[in-house]
């Protein structure tokens, strides 16, 4: 299964990801001066009516709900500029990590995203790295995750999944933000951004190219962390650099330059190894003539 992307049109860009087959609740900003909001799918051009027997979208003043999301909901809303990615999920499986909520630092409290959008909702489950979190270290309060003594390891992303009723029909709902402990770093699995996995890179041969690999590999700067290709050609240099991204998440991108493509290269698999403290991955990219010169 795989995923589809909401986008939602007007001031401000606010990135979500929910699960599909789960409740969503979009709000429009606090800020907006606008007595009554309106909500519209603007491929359609139609108004999204308020809430009708039966209604599976549908607004209520300044709130677009879903109950729940479906793949059919793919296409452009607008009141506020939100890019929402519908995730896939299978139980048992893991939650999308990625996150776009403010962090939460060092105070060893981690707040359940969103949840105040769902009127008497219930926590039922806190996650972390996509495991269930047990132990007497933390306690669970209402909307709230208390973790006595934070240390490194504590560091990673949680998930909370709670229930939300809405006319007697129950839907789950998760939603998932960054923890950061006052330590100076700690891992995460390594996680390669791009490129993906057997992705083929079309190419001339003679020409030059540039194979690019970014990488998640923890929260701060890493003391052990590497990204490089293999096979690296001789003679080519590769160029890395390092930065800290959104909410003190730590990368590492290496840049492979061929200088000129030659047909042995069309028959290599190039793979790109990103690696810290914790354990490496890869991906594997491969090389194809364009369109245009494969009668060359």
């Known amino acids: 299964m795989g995923f589809i992307f909401l986008s939602f049109l007007f001031v401000s860009i606010i990135f979500v990801h929910p699960v599909e087959g789960e409740a969503l609740v979009i709000k429009c900003p606090k800020w907006s001066s606008s007595v009554k909001f309106t909500w519209y799918r603007m491929d359609t051009h139609k108004r999204i009516p308020a809430e009708e027997e039966g209604s599976r979208i549908f607004s209520i003043q300044k709130f677009l709900w879903f109950l729940p999301t479906s793949r059919e909901d793919s296409g452009n809303y607008t009141c506020v500029t939100r890019f929402v990615q519908v995730h896939s999920y299978k139980p048992g499986g893991c939650f999308p990590i990625r996150t776009h909520y403010p962090n939460e630092t060092g105070r060893g409290k981690v707040t359940c995203p969103t949840i105040d959008n769902y009127e008497n909702a219930?926590?039922?489950?806190?996650?972390?790295?996509?495991?269930?979190?047990?132990?007497?270290?933390?306690?669970?309060?209402?909307?709230?995750?208390?973790?006595?003594?934070?240390?490194?390891?504590?560091?990673?992303?949680?998930?909370?999944?709670?229930?939300?009723?809405?006319?007697?029909?129950?839907?789950?709902?998760?939603?998932?933000?960054?923890?950061?402990?006052?330590?100076?770093?700690?891992?995460?699995?390594?996680?390669?951004?791009?490129?993906?996995?057997?992705?083929?890179?079309?190419?001339?041969?003679?020409?030059?190219?540039?194979?690019?690999?970014?990488?998640?590999?923890?929260?701060?700067?890493?003391?052990?962390?590497?990204?490089?290709?293999?096979?690296?050609?001789?003679?080519?240099?590769?160029?890395?650099?390092?930065?800290?991204?959104?909410?003190?998440?730590?990368?590492?991108?290496?840049?492979?330059?061929?200088?000129?493509?030659?047909?042995?290269?069309?028959?290599?698999?190039?793979?790109?190894?990103?690696?810290?403290?914790?354990?490496?991955?890869?991906?594997?990219?491969?090389?194809?003539?364009?369109?245009?010169?494969?009668?060359?």
């Open 122 to 296: 219930t926590v039922v489950q806190w996650y972390k790295d996509c495991k269930p979190l047990q132990g007497q270290r933390y306690l669970k309060k209402g909307k709230y995750l208390y973790i006595e003594n934070p240390r490194r390891e504590d560091d990673g992303y949680y998930t909370c999944q709670f229930i939300y009723t809405h006319k007697g029909n129950v839907f789950n709902v998760s939603a998932t933000r960054i923890f950061i402990s006052d330590v100076k770093h700690s891992p995460l699995p390594p996680q390669i951004i791009f490129p993906k996995n057997n992705d083929v890179v079309e190419v001339e041969l003679g020409a030059a190219l540039s194979l690019k690999c970014q990488a998640r590999l923890g929260i701060k700067k890493q003391p052990l962390a590497a990204v490089t290709w293999d096979p690296v050609k001789l003679m080519v240099p590769t160029l890395s650099i390092s930065f800290d991204g959104h909410d003190q998440v730590y990368y590492k991108e290496t840049t492979l330059n061929i200088t000129e493509v030659k047909k042995e290269d069309l028959q290599s698999n190039f793979t790109c190894i990103a690696l810290n403290e914790m354990y490496n991955t890869r991906v594997t990219v491969t090389l194809q003539l364009k369109r245009c010169c494969q009668h060359l």
